[in-house]
């Protein structure tokens, strides 16, 4: 079983309950995710994952397009319930990403941490980023990326951010050696429980509930 898979067990077996506004789920405190490329080979391999929606998704907001349009017109219907436009979501802060990679590969010096912040306080939102940071360094001429995420949606958030984080990791000219997330809050939620179950069972059609 890939660790994604193993973190979606420990969250059934070990989650506590929680009520929030987006309804009940079964959480899991300051969890740590570490990823080898074998590990995301082994997760890519086994699990579901819109990899062009994602990839376009990835696309649209290092370009920094708000308009939610744009994100249907490439078959990415997921950011509707926002309205017309992302307000300080992740296309604001993403649209640093270019140049920071840039940076990266221009410099790629072993002494600087690269950081990439999501989010900001005091100001409008219609969706806070869940990706609060994303950090680059490297070590012995291969990458490692780092990541804080504040809170996790264990079945469809959680994946597409790992994808993502590849992706980005994919446009530095490094060795990969790995992908960490530390996640704050991570979750299912009650009407996907049994879902997980049966994804973790073998059943690859599982179609997971987006709770907002």
Same mark, same amino acid.
């Given at each position: @079983?890939?660790?994604?898979?193993?973190?979606? #067990?420990?969250?059934?077996?070990?989650?506590? *309950?929680?009520?929030?506004?987006?309804?009940?789920? =079964?959480?899991?405190?300051?969890?740590?995710?570490?990823?080898?490329?074998?590990?995301?080979?082994?997760?890519?391999?086994?699990?579901?994952? !819109?990899?062009?929606?994602?990839?376009?998704?990835?696309?649209?907001? @290092?370009?920094?397009?708000?308009?939610?349009?744009?994100?249907?017109?490439?078959?990415?219907?997921?950011?509707?319930?926002?309205?017309?436009?992302?307000?300080?979501?992740?296309?604001?802060?993403?649209?640093?990403?270019? +140049?920071?990679?840039?940076?990266?590969? =221009?410099?790629?010096?072993?002494?600087?941490?690269?950081?990439?912040?999501?989010?900001?306080? &005091?100001?409008?939102?219609?969706? !806070?980023?869940?990706?609060?940071?994303?950090?680059?360094?490297? &070590?012995? #001429?291969?990458?490692?990326?780092? *990541?804080?995420?504040?809170?996790?949606? !264990?079945?469809?958030?959680? +994946? *597409? &951010?790992?994808?993502?984080?590849?992706? @980005?990791?994919?446009?530095?000219?490094? +060795?990969?050696?790995?992908?960490?997330?530390?996640?704050?809050?991570?979750?299912?939620?009650?009407?996907?429980?049994?879902?997980?179950? &049966?994804?973790? *069972?073998?059943?690859?059609?599982?179609?997971?509930?987006?709770?907002?």
């Amino acid at each position: @079983m890939n660790k994604y898979y193993q973190l979606l #067990g420990k969250i059934l077996i070990d989650g506590k *309950a929680q009520i929030g506004k987006k309804g009940k789920s =079964r959480y899991l405190l300051n969890e740590s995710l570490s990823l080898a490329p074998a590990d995301l080979l082994d997760i890519f391999e086994g699990h579901n994952i !819109a990899r062009r929606k994602l990839k376009d998704e990835l696309r649209l907001f @290092m370009s920094g397009e708000r308009q939610v349009e744009k994100y249907r017109e490439a078959g990415i219907s997921w950011w509707d319930y926002c309205g017309q436009t992302l307000v300080n979501s992740y296309p604001t802060y993403f649209e640093k990403l270019p +140049p920071l990679i840039e940076k990266i590969n =221009r410099e790629k010096r072993s002494s600087k941490n690269y950081v990439l912040f999501l989010g900001s306080t &005091d100001a409008e939102t219609n969706q !806070a980023p869940c990706l609060s940071l994303v950090q680059f360094q490297l &070590d012995g #001429g291969d990458l490692v990326v780092s *990541a804080y995420q504040r809170s996790s949606d !264990a079945n469809l958030g959680l +994946p *597409a &951010d790992i994808y993502h984080l590849y992706l @980005m990791a994919r446009q530095i000219d490094l +060795p990969l050696q790995s992908i960490t997330l530390t996640l704050g809050n991570v979750h299912i939620y009650d009407n996907n429980i049994n879902r997980t179950r &049966d994804l973790l *069972a073998g059943n690859d059609n599982v179609k997971f509930e987006l709770n907002v």
